[in-house]
């Protein structure tokens, strides 16, 4: 996948016939701002849009039955967030936290997920132009990463495999 | 409702459905009008024919006779536009606008006709042959002395505006939060109140103390005063916007007897359905949720109750079959019963099919009770006809039904009389707005349940609990055991290992056949706003959804069904 689709999606596109023909410091930069998360050893970028909020983490309501990624349940203005680990999607291990850590709480379309990290650092905004394939560690979701070393969440792909989930999950049930 | 009321209630939403369905007919032709060439030709004519198809059904369905002919004549005009038949020119279009104006007229009552009624149909066959109309025809103006007054809707007192349903949702899931805020600061005006109350013996008299606590005592006071009308407010609030939200269960109704006539049709049966309760009202929401049950449950009651004609016959029953779909309401709950005369359900094969499928064992078959037998039927992708027809038998419409159901905390009783029918129940909430939940702990853990559910609560005191063969039963003197289970088992949570003491029992089910669930520690009722689980969570059995307390916290909410289907089925319990 392209991280400058994805990430570009949502915002009003450049013609790049017209960008050809001018200058280059007229040419409009693609600029998006990332949220800095720190989860375990590495920082991880997510796109500000899909944000709501972000709250210290102060426990959640457990759920029976579920596979351990996923913390519990929380409310947030009073709707439902299903709070996610993302230690344990990214490492797929159980990586006890040391300290304080903390939700961010995300939306996308009619969706939302909490996800658990150790701590959000600075929002910072960067050219999604200067986002490369690589060298990125051999986690799942990631996009490409910064000059910075900020790993990029692909966002929409970790919602997109929730959702499969869920729906195997009503599934099986179904056939059971 | 009174039939007049509710007549006057569809009517009203016809007009306000043909106004749209109107315009958005003028729109289109206006669009055709401009440019007859566009790429848009057939997407503007397919859109055209729906509406006036909708429209003439509609007008059909509420007996507006002089409507529907309009309508009927109207789309045979457009259908011989859509077959290229027909040019549209000037004159045409003249006429359909005409039509429509005629139309509208006849619905709102506000404009009088200005040609006759059997003019326009006249012109409009004539159209629809390919005769040409005669010039200038219809420039003069005509007498309306023919226009009959029956078509004609009166708005009376009840004006009415068209509001989008997602605006609407949106205002009540305002004051839905509005209503978990003020949940919060009942919790917390509680709080304070025992505070103020332990802290007054602690407290010397004449220091600054005594004047912050008198100062606390004062602003509590008025804080629980603002607090009550708040909740006045809130509670006129909530009502005017329920109401607002409230459609007949005639809406829920309307598609059956198509669908039963076709059915039979389609199955050789004959069929008599008979529906009551249309007029009594309910939250949109519910009336949108019960829909596809009710024609699950009719397709169930045609399709596999009713017997052929001439087995009817052998059975000394007339050869047509009766349904009968009626609803009552219930305090704040609407009952949906679907009773039809025909075979009833044949235990033994169920169960029989069961063991083919591998959902039970022959000796589990064996032990199961009626109700257990019929419970078998809800579970997912049974079906009891080895072929599948073409509209029940695929072994999901139970399921769905079931499901349906419980998402709306409501409950389903299935009454069976082999060889003379079925009779399925559906208890669904009049609104879905707030529900009251009695809290119960386990394991450290507060859950809460429907308190519509709970039939009684006990004590559990020593030796009230026994194990006979796997099961746990609940012993009560000169009443029969019931059927226990223990909830921190079934929920498997993490603390399971810790031994608790059961103190309660609560008893859920029917009164007839009740089932005790075992909990450590009760605590009070509550008012809730249930909310679903998020999407993300995928199939969870035993929780129905989740509410917010007022401090914040998340409490899930129970499914009863689930637990009184499981404490008639569960044999491993191994304590209590």
Known sequence: MNPQNLLSKDRPQTDEHQNEQLPETLVARNLIKLAIIRCARILLGIDVKWVREVRPFAGTTPVYGLPPCWVGITALRSHLYAVLDLRQILYHEHITAEGPRQIVFTAINDHSVGLLVDAVAQVRQIDAATITAGPTPDLPYILGSTPEQINVLDLPALYADLHRTATASRENHVET | ?576
């Open chain 2, 1 to 576: 409702m009174a039939d007049d009321e509710l007549s006057q209630k569809l009517l009203s939403l016809f007009a306000a459905e043909a106004g749209e369905a109107i315009q958005v007919i003028v729109q289109s032709c206006l669009m055709l009008e401009e440019k007859p060439d566009s790429g848009q030709r057939a997407y503007l004519l397919a859109d055209i024919m729906r509406q006036t198809h909708n429209l003439k059904g509609s007008a059909r369905s509420l007996g507006l006779d002089d409507i529907a002919a309009l309508i009927h004549s109207l789309e045979s005009v457009f259908q011989k536009v859509k077959s290229k038949d027909l040019k549209l020119e000037n004159d045409v279009f003249d006429l359909i606008y005409r039509t429509l104006d005629g139309v509208s007229g006849l619905i709102t009552g506000a404009t009088p006709l200005d040609v006759s009624m059997d003019l326009l149909l006249s012109r409009l066959k004539m159209v629809a042959e390919g005769t040409r109309l005669p010039k200038k025809a219809t420039a003069r103006p005509l007498t309306n002395e023919n226009t009959p007054p029956t078509g004609t809707i009166t708005s009376g007192d009840q004006e009415t505006i068209r509001i989008t349903v997602g605006r609407l949702d949106a205002i009540y899931n305002l004051v839905n939060e509005i209503q978990v805020v003020r949940l919060s600061m009942e919790q917390n005006l509680a709080i304070i109140r025992t505070m103020l109350y332990n802290a007054k013996p602690h407290v010397p008299r004449e220091n600054e103390l005594l004047l912050a606590r008198t100062r606390l005592n004062d602003l509590y006071r008025k804080s629980e005063a603002s607090y009550r009308s708040l909740s006045q407010l809130l509670a006129q609030l909530q009502d005017i916007v329920r109401q607002a939200r409230m459609l007949p269960l005639a809406t829920a109704f309307a598609p059956l007897p198509r669908m039963a006539r076709d059915l039979a049709r389609q199955s050789g049966k004959e069929v008599m359905l008979r529906i009551e309760g249309g007029e009594i009202e309910l939250d949109r929401s519910v009336l949108e949720q019960i829909k596809s049950p009710l024609q699950h449950l009719l397709y169930n009651s045609i399709d596999h109750g009713l017997e052929m004609p001439e087995q009817r016959r052998t059975a000394g029953k007339s050869e047509s079959g009766r349904v009968t779909i009626k609803g009552s309401q219930q305090g704040s709950s609407i009952l949906i019963d679907i009773h039809d005369d025909g075979a009833g359900i044949d235990l033994a094969h169920v169960k029989e099919h069961a063991v083919r499928y591998g959902l039970i064992t022959d000796q589990e078959a064996a032990q199961l009770d009626e109700q257990e037998a019929i419970w078998l039927l809800f579970q997912p992708g049974f079906s009891t006809v080895s072929a599948i027809t073409a509209v029940s038998g695929r072994g999901i419409g139970l399921d769905i039904v079931r499901k349906s159901i419980e998402t709306m905390q409501g409950e389903i009783y299935v009454e069976n009389d082999p060889g003379n029918g079925v009779r399925f129940s559906l208890k669904v909430p009049v609104s879905v707005a707030t529900s009251l939940c009695l809290l119960v702990q386990t394991n450290g853990q507060i859950f809460a349940l429907p308190a519509r559910n709970v039939i009684h609560l006990a004590r559990v005191l020593p030796g009230m609990i026994q194990e006979q063969n796997g099961h746990l039963l609940l012993m009560q003197p000169e009443v029969q055991p019931v059927p226990a289970i223990n909830l921190a088992h079934i929920l498997q949570s993490e603390c399971q290992a810790v031994d608790r003491t059961i103190q309660r029992a609560i008893f859920l089910g029917s009164p007839d056949q009740p089932v005790a669930l075992l909990v450590e520690e009760l605590y009070d009722v509550r008012e809730f706003v249930i909310k679903e689980l998020p999407s993300h969570f995928g199939q969870m059995p035993l929780i129905s959804g989740a509410a917010i307390s007022g401090s914040g916290e998340v409490i899930l909410v129970l499914n009863t069904t689930d637990l009184v289907k499981i404490a008639g089925q569960r044999g491993t319990e191994k304590d209590a």
